[in-house]
C-alpha cells in the first residue's frame, strides 16, 4: 500500500546490533534495520545526529565537531578497503572498562580503542598497497571536490590531538592562519590529516550505500540537524565571524527533567553560540546551505531540533562549565556577575504584540531560506516547550511538520482527538529526551495508587500527604485524557501497563491525522530504558544498545504488531 500517512521507529545509531560490529551499531546494522522497515510496514526510520563527535566517555550526538563531517564510528569495519580479514573479536579487556552495563550499553573509550586500531592499520594498507591504487585515485577526487569544510575539520581534529582538547580557546595558540600553516609544514601532521580525510570519504562511501538501499527498499531516512553547533567545532574554529560566542544557547526552565536541579531552576545550557543571522545572511546562508545539501546525499527527511530558536532562541550570558556557580544565585545576584546580563530570549521576547510580529518575520524568513537549501526533502519541525502562539500557523504556512504530543495537547481541560489533527504534523508519544511511555505509565499509576493509601494513612504529615494527593491527581488525570483518546473507559486506563493498554493508545496514535506517526524501538520492543536524560551527563545517557539483531527482531512478536497496526491504520509505504 502506498500512502503519505507514514509509520516511523526511532533507531539511534549506536543503539543497532549485530555480529562483528565492534561494540556499537553500525552503517550495516542499519542497511539489516531498513529491510526489517520495508518488512513490516515501517515507512522511515528516524536517528538521532550522525555528525563527528568528540571522545567524551559518553558523547551527545548534539555536540558535533563539524556540521558536515561524519561520525566514524558507525563504519562497518568488514567493508572497509585495507582491513584485513577475518576480523579480531571484540576483546573485554580493553581499558579503560567504563561504567558498568554490560553488553547491553555502548563503551564509547572501549570502541574507539578497539575500531581506531584497526582503521589505522587498514589505512597503512590502503596507502601503500599496490591493489588500492585505483580506490586511491577515487579518494584524491574525492577530497578535491569536498572543498573547505573537509581541509578545515581535518585541521581541526589533528589540532585536538595536538593540543590534547577539543576546546580550542584553551589552545595555546587560537590563530586559524596559524594552526592551518602549522599542519601544512609538518609532515606528521600531513599524515594525520590525509587519515581524517580517508575517513570522512569511507563514511561517504558506506552511507551512499546505505541510502541506495533505503531508496530500493522504498524506506525513508530521517536526519536530524540540531539548532546549534558545538562551539568546540572546526566550523566555530574557522568561521567565528558567523558565531555569536557571548551567549550560550539553551532553553527555559519549563517544569520538565527535574532530575537536574539547574536544569529545573534555570533551564537547559546547550553550551552553543548565538548565530549571527545577519551576516549569514549576507552570503546567501552559505553555511546552512553547505550543512542541509550535504544531510540530503543520506537523507529524505529530517527533523529541525527546537526549531523554535530560529524565531527566538533563549540563551545564557555563560557557559555550561560555570552552571554550578549559578545555581543558587537569584537572578539579580546572576546578573551582577555578568554585568548586567541575564538569560533570556535573544534577539527579543515576546512580551509586546510588536516584540512577536518581529519574531514571526524572523523565524519565517529564516525557515523559508533553509527550505530552499534542499528542496524535495521532507521537514519536520520539533516544536516542544514554550510554544509562542505565531509559530503553529508559521510552520503550518511552510508545510513544516510539527510535533503532536497526545497528552500535551490539552483544551480546555480536554485531551484533543486525533482526528482533528492537523495531517502535516509528526504524532508521538515521547522522544528520546523521555522516558518511554510504558515507564512513564506505572510512574503514574504508581503515584495513583500512593494517593490512594494515602487518604487511608492517618498518621502521615500533612505535608507530604498533600504533595502526594496532588500528585496523585495530576496522574490520574494524565491516564483519563489518554484513556479518552485511546477509547479506554476510566477503569481501563487507571490500570497498570499492559498489552492491551499499549495496543489501545498506540492504536489511536497510528490512526491520528498526523501524516507521520512514530515510537522509539524502546517503546516497539518493550524495553523500558531511557536513551537521555537532559541536564545529565554520562551515565547511561546516549548508550542503551538492543539486545538483540535485526533478524532476531523479525521473529519477535512486536514486528508483526507494528505490521498489521500499521496496515489497520492505513499506514503505509512512502509515495
Given at each position: 500500500m502506498v500512502s503519505e500517512r507514514l509509520t516511523g521507529v526511532l533507531l539511534p545509531l549506536f543503539s543497532l546490533r549485530r555480529e562483528g560490529d565492534g561494540g556499537i551499531g553500525d552503517?550495516?546494522?542499519?542497511?539489516?534495520?531498513?529491510?526489517?522497515?520495508?518488512?513490516?510496514?515501517?515507512?522511515?526510520?528516524?536517528?538521532?545526529?550522525?555528525?563527528?563527535?568528540?571522545e567524551d566517555d559518553a558523547p551527545s550526538p548534539y555536540s558535533a565537531l563539524s556540521s558536515v563531517a561524519l561520525e566514524p564510528l558507525y563504519l562497518a569495519l568488514e567493508r572497509i578497503p585495507g582491513m584485513q580479514l577475518p576480523l579480531p573479536p571484540y576483546p573485554d579487556d580493553l581499558p579503560p572498562l567504563q561504567l558498568p552495563g554490560g553488553r547491553d550499553f555502548v563503551d564509547?573509550?572501549?570502541?574507539?580503542?578497539?575500531?581506531?586500531?584497526?582503521?589505522?592499520?587498514?589505512?597503512?594498507?590502503?596507502?601503500?598497497?599496490?591493489?588500492?591504487?585505483?580506490?586511491?585515485?577515487?579518494?584524491?577526487?574525492?577530497?578535491?571536490?569536498?572543498?573547505?569544510?573537509?581541509?578545515?575539520?581535518?585541521?581541526?581534529?589533528?589540532?585536538?590531538?595536538?593540543?590534547?582538547?577539543?576546546?580550542?580557546?584553551?589552545?595555546?595558540v587560537q590563530d586559524p592562519d596559524i594552526i592551518r600553516r602549522a599542519v601544512a609544514t609538518s609532515g606528521s601532521s600531513l599524515e594525520q590529516m590525509r587519515f581524517q580525510e580517508w575517513l570522512q570519504w569511507l563514511c561517504a562511501c558506506q552511507w551512499a550505500e546505505v541510502r541506495a538501499h533505503a531508496d530500493k527498499c522504498n524506506v525513508l531516512l530521517m536526519g536530524d540537524v540540531p539548532i546549534g553547533i558545538s562551539a568546540a567545532s572546526a566550523d566555530v574554529f574557522f568561521e567565528r565571524h558567523l558565531f555569536d560566542m557571548s551567549w550560550s544557547g539553551g532553553a527555559p526552565a519549563e517544569g520538565n527533567f527535574a532530575e537536574d536541579?539547574?536544569?529545573?531552576?534555570?533551564?537547559?545550557?546547550?553550551?552553543?553560540?548565538l548565530y549571527r543571522w545577519d551576516v549569514m545572511q549576507c552570503d546567501g546562508f552559505a553555511w546552512w546551505n553547505r550543512r542541509l545539501r550535504k544531510l540530503a546525499e543520506i537523507f529524505s527527511m529530517y527533523r529541525l531540533d527546537h526549531i523554535l530558536g530560529f524565531y527566538r532562541i533563549y540563551a545564557f550570558p555563560w557557559m555550561p562549565d560555570r552552571n554550578q556557580e549559578f545555581l543558587e544565585l537569584t537572578p539579580d545576584e546572576a546578573a551582577a556577575r555578568c554585568g548586567g546580563r541575564r538569560p533570556g530570549f535573544r534577539p527579543r521576547p515576546d512580551w509586546t504584540a510588536e516584540d512577536r510580529r518581529l519574531n514571526l518575520m524572523q523565524?519565517?524568513?529564516?525557515?523559508?531560506?533553509?527550505?530552499?537549501?534542499?528542496?524535495?526533502l521532507r521537514v519536520i519541525g520539533e516544536d516542544l516547550g514554550c510554544v509562542p502562539d505565531y509559530v503553529r500557523p508559521d510552520l503550518s504556512r511552510l508545510r513544516i511538520a510539527g510535533f503532536k504530543i497526545p497528552h500535551w495537547e490539552i483544551e480546555k481541560d480536554e485531551i484533543v482527538p486525533g482526528d482533528t489533527y492537523n495531517p502535516c504534523s509528526f504524532a508521538t508519544y515521547a522522544t528520546h529526551d523521555f522516558a518511554p511511555l510504558c515507564c512513564d505509565w506505572d510512574e503514574w499509576y504508581g503515584w495513583v495508587k500512593a494517593a490512594d493509601d494515602a487518604r487511608h494513612d492517618i498518621a502521615m504529615p500533612s505535608a507530604p500527604?498533600?504533595?502526594?494527593?496532588?500528585?496523585?491527581?495530576?496522574?490520574?488525570?494524565?491516564?483519563?485524557?489518554?484513556?479518552?483518546?485511546?477509547?479506554?473507559?476510566?477503569?481501563?486506563?487507571?490500570?497498570?501497563?499492559s498489552p492491551a493498554i499499549k495496543d489501545a493508545l498506540y492504536t489511536a496514535l497510528f490512526a491520528c491525522r498526523s501524516n507521520y506517526a512514530a515510537l522509539m524501538w524502546t517503546?516497539?520492543?518493550?524495553?523500558?530504558?531511557?536513551?537521555?536524560?537532559?541536564?545529565?551527563?554520562?551515565?547511561?545517557?546516549?548508550?542503551?544498545?538492543?539486545?538483540?539483531?535485526?533478524?532476531?527482531?523479525?521473529?519477535?512478536p512486536q514486528s508483526a504488531w507494528i505490521r498489521e497496526l500499521s496496515a489497520r491504520c492505513g499506514r503505509g509505504k512512502p509515495a
Open positions: 552503517l550495516t546494522a542499519l542497511e539489516e534495520w531498513i529491510t526489517w522497515a520495508s518488512a513490516h510496514g515501517v515507512g522511515f526510520l528516524q536517528l538521532l545526529p550522525v555528525n563527528a563527535v568528540g564509547y573509550a572501549r570502541v574507539r580503542t578497539f575500531k581506531k586500531e584497526l582503521y589505522r592499520q587498514a589505512w597503512m594498507r590502503f596507502s601503500e598497497l599496490p591493489n588500492y591504487a585505483e580506490q586511491r585515485e577515487e579518494f584524491s577526487h574525492w577530497v578535491e571536490q569536498q572543498g573547505r569544510w573537509l581541509e578545515d575539520y581535518a585541521i581541526y581534529r589533528v589540532a585536538c590531538i595536538a593540543f590534547g582538547t577539543c576546546e580550542w580557546w584553551k589552545w595555546p536541579p539547574f536544569t529545573a531552576k534555570w533551564g537547559q545550557n546547550w553550551g552553543i553560540p523565524g519565517d524568513h529564516l525557515l523559508s531560506q533553509l527550505i530552499k537549501a534542499a528542496p524535495g500527604m498533600r504533595e502526594t494527593l496532588t500528585s496523585g491527581l495530576n496522574c490520574e488525570r494524565l491516564l483519563k485524557w489518554l484513556g479518552d483518546y485511546s477509547g479506554m473507559t476510566p477503569d481501563e486506563a487507571v490500570s497498570p501497563w517503546e516497539l520492543f518493550d524495553c523500558p530504558v531511557r536513551l537521555n536524560t537532559p541536564g545529565t551527563e554520562g551515565g547511561t545517557n546516549w548508550r542503551p544498545r538492543m539486545p538483540f539483531t535485526a533478524a532476531q527482531a523479525a521473529a519477535m
